[in-house]
């Protein structure tokens, strides 16, 4: 698999603490949000998605959060483990019937201490 | 990984030679996507498919062609390949328009020397 040496930043948390990792959007326009986890070389995946006409949304041992007024989202891992270890990057989407046009942030690389 | 194979998985070429790197998928979804990915930018979109022969521009197509002549594959060709160009490249698939859940390949390093 491939992975790419990112100069992130890194938000490194002691096993068993909850993490929060924050992103900033740009298109107020955008119709939902999503959160990507990608491990070492590999491929994004998939994690929890948002509509922008809610500000919450849970999904195992992981909530997402979306503040509207401040362009604001972020995500929330309960009780972090090891196999949490990754780069997460959110995502912005505007619906089209072309298909998804996702604009990702930079990412953020979490880093779990035993 | 959702049944998509990106070929090769790593790629040296020389400045100016064209490069194709192919995507193939066996889930039957319509929508095809190429992003590269890079220090600093996260993904990009580069070009992406709607269907069969349906294609259009990313934030990043300069340099970048591709074509989808059948359901289950997708190839992104650089016509004349520029040291710019060295990324690793992301292949994803989604089922429908609306549907958030993109599934992504391994990959492709290609390095232009």
């Known amino acids: 698999g491939e992975s790419v040496g990112l100069h992130l930043p890194t938000l490194s948390v002691q096993e068993g603490d909850n993490s929060i990792i924050n992103c900033a959007y740009s298109?107020?326009?955008?119709?939902?949000f999503i959160w990507y986890k990608q491990e070492s070389g590999k491929g994004p995946q998939f994690i929890i998605d948002i509509r922008s006409n809610m500000d919450k949304r849970q999904g195992q041992r992981v909530t997402v959060l979306l503040n509207k007024t401040v362009k604001h989202l972020s995500l929330q891992i309960a009780a972090t483990q090891p196999g949490d270890s990754a780069v997460y990057f959110c995502a912005e989407n505007m619906e089209k019937s072309s298909g998804d046009k996702l604009t990702f942030g930079t990412g953020t690389r979490l880093a779990v201490r035993p | 990984d959702a049944g998509i194979t990106q070929s090769p998985r790593h790629k040296v070429t020389e400045t100016g030679t064209p490069v194709t790197l192919r995507c193939h998928q066996t889930e039957n979804h319509r929508y095809m996507y190429w992003y590269r990915q890079d220090p600093g930018h996260g993904l990009r979109l580069i070009h992406y498919?709607?269907?069969?022969?349906?294609?259009d521009k990313g934030e990043v197509s300069d340099g970048y062609s591709v074509s989808r002549s059948k359901t289950e594959d997708f190839l992104l060709t650089l016509e004349s390949a520029t040291s710019s160009q060295t990324s690793v490249y992301f292949c994803a698939i989604s089922e429908s328009s609306g549907d958030t859940e993109a599934f992504f390949g391994q990959g492709t390093r290609l390095t232009v020397v």
């Open positions: 298109n107020s326009a955008s119709d939902y």
């Open positions: 498919s709607y269907g069969v022969k349906d294609t």
